[in-house]
């Protein structure tokens, strides 16, 4: 997982300095501090799960273009241990890159697994009309969307377009573990 780590900073510093941002403009572009990311690029912390839904926000980027090399020659198979694994060190939440985003395909997947008792919250999201696809394969999940909660049950899917803060709470007493697909608007 170090390695993943490391992509995923380098990815970050990568996104910036195409876009010719300095570390003082992205941390007005995000709320971020200038420190915090800083540290991020550099490889001694890796971000939180609300730091890079922040990134993403700024970027306006949904969140799997962090886990994308830009120049990606990825195949259409992606074999499991190819996947880039990556876990919030906030929460111990773990997400798995099941199908990266490719150049001509709109979609992607993630598992995530979320411990029992934890939640992770977006205060916005990166892109608008993001379609979401969430399927709950082991315990329970609350996924609240803006003011609505929805109560998930193992088999159960939820679908929305991401126009709002969401947040995923697994509520216990077992981590929630789920399939998500993204498709770009």
């Known amino acids: 997982m170090a ?4 992509r995923l900073a380098r990815r970050l510093t990568e996104l910036r300095q195409t876009r010719q941002w300095t570390l003082e403009q992205l ?25 890079l839904g922040k990134l993403a926000k700024a970027y306006g980027l949904p969140m799997q273009a962090f886990f994308t090399e830009a120049d990606t020659s990825a195949s259409l198979h992606m074999p ?5 694994v990556w876990e919030d060190p906030e929460t111990g939440f773990v997400r798995r890159s099941l199908s990266p985003t490719l150049p001509g395909f709109r979609g992607s997947m993630i598992e995530g697994l979320l411990p029992a008792g934890k939640t992770i919250a977006y205060a916005a999201p990166p892109l608008s009309g993001l379609e979401h696809h969430v399927v709950l394969l082991e315990g329970a999940l609350e996924v609240t969307l803006d003011r609505d909660t ?12 991401l126009d709002y803060p969401n947040s995923y709470h697994a509520p216990g007493p077992h981590e929630a573990r ?4 993204v498709i770009l608007p």
Request: hydrophobic share 35%; glycine share 4%.
């Open 178 to 181: 789920y399939i998500l697909t």
């Open 3 to 6: 390695s993943d780590s490391i």
């Open 150 to 161: 929805h109560w998930l049950s193992a088999g159960d899917c939820l679908r929305f377009r």
């Open 80 to 84: 499991v241990a190819q996947q880039t």
């Open 27 to 51: 941390t007005e572009e995000s709320a971020v501090s200038r420190a915090t990311l800083s540290r991020i690029e550099r490889g001694e912390v890796s971000p939180t799960a609300q730091v």
